[in-house]
């Protein structure tokens, strides 16, 4: 397994936490998957750094709180984060958010690592987006 947290093959390179908590696949006015990339990048941007090392692998460490007692799919999380970031996708959506681009396509050549997690809430939906950087490559990774 990998340990992102491992500062000699991992960089975080920024965190960011969304009042929400969503998957894809809705298509509900507001809902749609490009509704929710832009709200996705709208917060990212708020503090994006300037400048980002240019990796050629990423990775990612998602959590979720998610409050109420519907079914809520955990593996249909990632999706939009992954996808917010990805150059090939935002020039899709004709985002303006052309700097939060930081790999060319969402594909395993890029993207290595996806954790992502969840917890049932009390008070709050909340996602919490971890992005880094991957320096070496461990067991293909």
Known sequence: MWNLNDEVKYVKVYSFSLPEAFTYADTRKGQTDKDKRERIRAKAAEDFPDEIPNFKKWAFRIFVKK?????FDIENVPKLIVDAFCIRQIKKDESPYIKLGLFQDDTIDFVKI??????????KDVTT??????????HGV
């Open 114 to 123: 996806v954790e992502v997690g969840g917890i049932r809430s009390k008070d």
């Open 129 to 138: 987006v971890e992005i880094f950087g991957c320096k070496q490559e461990e």
């Open 67 to 71: 409050t109420g007692n519907r079914p």
